[in-house]
């Protein structure tokens, strides 16, 4: 079967291969404990978990306790307070925190092991044992206070005479490991075959537990799914028909379709058979969908599949104390994603990156510019592998430019002011013309658009300003692009209520023809984002209440071709923002006619088809300042969410 992660607990669906490739307690580096380990694609994104270091044995050789800070491997947020370790699964975006432990059985056999644990109110911990017979993990629980497990069994030792436990502490649970208790002893033929647990708070299993006391076989839970990708509200449905028990019968079907461990989101079919059910999902993403079958005798196993949801992901919240995230700038930061934006309560510019690929968490905001009243129309791009931000200068009407030391953003060089004569800087568009960072800009003074270059690809000495157009109310909205090795810019001309377009005659932008009106239809704030498509300018752009999309017939725009309506409802003031995601381009954008964030797909590179918009949520909500970038892969977007004034971030899968 396809895609399939048949695993006996969804900790390998956390834990990465690495964690046991590299030796532990005499396990050799090329990974001889045996253990089945799911394929990375397929599972949930393991970059940023730790490697278990070469040569590093079990936490205690001989001592049979093991406090919880002495563990072996584990995941990012958690914090030791030794003895203890605090797995901090608190709120959702804290996803699943474990942490792993060892004992060295120097030829004993083992009996049990408990595991002292202090948590939360209302949270709980699942336990994971090693099966070596299996090579899967053996999930127990989960139990919201201490619990012991039997392990007499010959099939919970390593091949390097070692035993190892795991502790899982879902999203949203509050655990303390204070210390674990091996229990061995020194005659292997007093080994047992199995006793179970002592059971726990919701499928522990009691007297014979999970271990399936005496002779008892473990069941063989099979998962089937209808469907591997859905769409957003559409059913699939999900066997364990296959499954099956050798020495009994199973008694009870459980299912976990989110991945939080939590096995109560089953809906039963019309047949309230509990071996078949049916459900959907309300947000895109990748879903772990998890089977746990229990035999009359209380033994378990668990099979797992991954469900890909096509369509918007859960927003994300980065920042809320008061009124910020405004002018966000996304970008894709030394392959991971970080926004550049304007922190409006504190009138400054600040640089967030997140601590994955995925964006899935977030570091803490780092104040770029806090001089004045500064961030405004903030514009990010890498500029010789580094990032680089135009914005403007508020209280001095100047515009500003700033790049970053470090291929990462974590170090930053001093604001620069690019031009400071009149009112300039607003609207600003960033972009490497011919290897160097150029800048197209509004000078309000003169209501013109203007445009300055770098002479250096660091952004270190820059040329003089120049004027490329003034004929009437012109040069906001300006969107500037590399098109066939000089700048073009689109832009709109507000006395006319028209989108224009402009190829400079040199690389430095010194000299510019006259502009070309691409529609002359458009709204009086059009916002616009100028792309090379395929190897051709392309333009999304508001015109007529609508969200439009043109693309010229020519490598240069010279020539455009017809305009494409892409949404006609009520597109006014949408900060329409378009990027190439796998191949294709991509448009974010707000509905005003419906409050509603939405985002399109071309149906191929050109766009000359597109398929149907996804929407967020049911609308009737403000939101602003659109930046759409393709991140791992699909598309990524930041916003700002205008009541209460929240920094937001959302996947597109």
Known sequence: MSNRLHTAGLALLILSASLFAASCGGISPQGSSGLQQPPAANAVELAGLPELPDGRAASQLVEQAVSGSSYIAASDNILEMPPALWLNALGQQAGLQWSQYGFDLQGQAPLSVSIDMSNGEGSGAYIALADYDSGRWEIHGPYSDDCELANDDARYISPADTVFVTVLAPAGNDVTVNGLLFSTDDDPDNGGNGGGGNGGDGGGGGNGGDGGGGDNQPPTAVLDIEFLEIDLGAVTVVSALFSTDPDGEIVTYEYDIDGDLDFQDAVFDDDNDPATVEFSYSTGGEYTVTLRVTDDDGAQDTDSLVVKVHGLGDAQLLEGEGVTGKHTSLAVVDGRPAIAYYDEDNACLKFRRALDGQGGQWAEPVVLDDNGDVGQYACMKIVAGNPAISYYDAGNGNLMFIRATQPDGSQWGQPQVLEAINDVGQYCSLAVIAGKPAVAYYDASNADLRFISSADALGLAWGLPVTVADDGWVGRYPSLCEVQGLPAISFNRASGKEL?????????????????????????????????????????????????????????????????????QWITRGFCSMAIVNGVPAVAYYCSGHAQLRYIEALDAQGSEWAEELRMGAGNVDYDYLSLAAVAGRAGISFHNVVPGDLMFLRVY
């Open 500 to 568: 224009h377009y402009v190829r400079a005659l040199d690389a430095a932008g010194s000299a510019w023809p006259a502009a070309t009106v691409i529609d002359d239809d458009v709204n009086i704030d059009p916002y616009n984002t100028l792309l090379v498509v395929d190897g051709l300018p392309a333009i999304a752009y508001e015109g007529d209440f609508c969200l439009k999309y043109i693309r010229s017939s020519d490598a240069v725009g010279g020539n455009w071709g017809a305009v494409q309506v892409l949404d006609d």
